[in-house]
């Protein structure tokens, strides 16, 4: 028997009921979150999400992008200590010039698995390097062929085939298919949703691969807050209860009558 295909309909009240509607559903869609290793790959992995979750899709895929190549150029330059256990310089930091660069040496080095290279390659490098220019119409035809070259098989999940913008030849179905609006309107969040799967996959392979442990010298309260978004039941109900409670607390601390 076919499995029928399930439709989330409702009456869209206002944005902010949008807004938590989308919160609730999109929340779903999140893998399991990387372990706290320290602020500068948490924060930034929580900042990515979170663009995800409130439906601000490029933001989210920047921040990814940008933790991908940071957490390759730490782990290049560190595979024993990171967060405030690590004494990199600034100099260091400038020794890997591009993603490009991480990539190649990540892989000879055996942080990045030879298996894997092909997607930092046809993925992780290409949505980097696109959404840092803001060259969408670009991003657009990369990611929403209706036929991918040999290689780029792993793109195939970053856009649903009834929503493919070019045709067999690569050309674009309609004027709007790689215009800008085109990503604000579906593409855009079809990439985020997948980018963030992945992502998260393949920066725990490379995690795996160092001797990092978490850094609990310092920050404590951005780990609690890292750890408290993922542990928030994000549905409609809880969301209620939570502004009842900031309604409760705001008339206790509104304006007091002077006498």
Not at 99 to 124: H, L
Not at 220 to 232: G, I
Request: charged share 25%.
């Amino acid at each position: 028997m076919k499995k029928m295909k399930r439709f989330h309909i409702t009456s869209i009240k206002d944005y902010f009921h949008g807004l938590c509607d989308m919160t609730e559903r999109r929340f779903q869609d999140l893998p399991t979150p990387l372990p706290w290793i320290e602020p500068s790959i948490n924060m930034l992995y929580l900042e990515s999400v979170l663009s995800y979750v409130l439906g601000n899709n490029f933001c989210s895929i920047i921040s990814m992008s940008a933790l991908l190549e940071h957490v390759l150029r730490l782990a290049l330059l560190d595979r024993n200590n990171t967060g405030l256990t690590s004494s990199l310089s600034l100099k260091q930091l400038g020794k890997i010039s591009s993603i490009s660069v991480a990539i190649e040496k990540a892989t000879s080095e055996g942080i990045i698995d030879t298996k894997d290279k092909a997607w930092w390659d046809s993925i992780a490098m290409v949505i980097r390097n696109k959404s840092a220019h803001y060259v969408i119409p670009k991003l657009i035809k990369d990611f929403t062929k209706q036929k991918y070259d040999e290689g780029q098989e792993d793109r195939e999940k970053y856009s649903p085939v009834y929503y493919r913008q070019t045709n067999d030849k690569g050309e674009p179905k309609t004027p709007l298919s790689l215009d800008w609006g085109m990503f604000f309107h579906k593409v855009g969040y079809f990439i985020a949703k997948a980018y963030i799967v992945d992502g998260t996959f393949y920066l725990k392979k490379v995690i795996e691969t160092t001797d990092w442990k978490p850094d609990k010298s310092y920050w404590a309260s951005q780990e609690d807050e890292y750890n408290s978004f993922f542990s928030y039941n994000w549905n409609i109900a809880e969301m209620i209860e939570s502004l009842n409670s900031v309604n409760e607390r705001s008339k206790s601390d509104g304006p007091k009558a002077v006498e």
